[in-house]
Nanobody
Framework: QVQLVESGGGLVQAGGSLRLSCAAS????????TGWFRQAPGKEREFVAA????????YYADSAKGRFTISRDNAENTVYLQMDSLKPEDTAVYYC???????????????????WGQGTQVTVSS
């Protein structure tokens, strides 16, 4: 059974930092790529960042560039999202997702991811 489990969310003041983790079981992240998405109340899910497991290339949404860093730990089968200089508008449920097949699009589109975690809440107070 495949599971992606996010952790590390919480309440932080504006300007603070959080590190989210996404641990996989039942699959190996080495297959293709892992992404982070978020969904704020009343808004659509949006892409945050993605990382290829082969080569480690990354891609960020404009809202995340310069503040967030996605990384991977092959040995731990875990992907991280380091979030610095957090803003109230970063408040959302954050989801990790894995795509285990090759796609020509980079970053992969949301609907192309075939496994999703349950999400972790991030709340940034002003």
């Amino acid at each position: 059974q495949v599971q992606l489990v996010e952790s590390g969310g919480g309440l932080v003041q504006a300007g603070g930092s959080l590190r989210l983790s996404c641990a996989a079981s039942g699959l190996t992240f080495s297959n293709y790529a892992t992404g982070w998405f978020r969904q704020a109340p009343g808004k659509e899910r949006e892409f945050v960042a993605a990382i290829r497991w082969s080569g480690g290339s990354t891609y960020y949404a404009d809202s995340a560039k310069g503040r967030f860093t996605i990384s991977r730990d092959n040995a731990e089968n875990t992907v991280y999202l380091q979030m610095d200089s957090l803003k109230p508008e970063d408040t959302a449920v954050y989801y990790c997702a894995a795509i285990t097949y090759y796609t020509s699009t980079w970053p992969p589109r949301g609907y192309e991811y075939n496994y999703w975690g349950q999400g972790t809440q991030v709340t940034v107070s002003s």
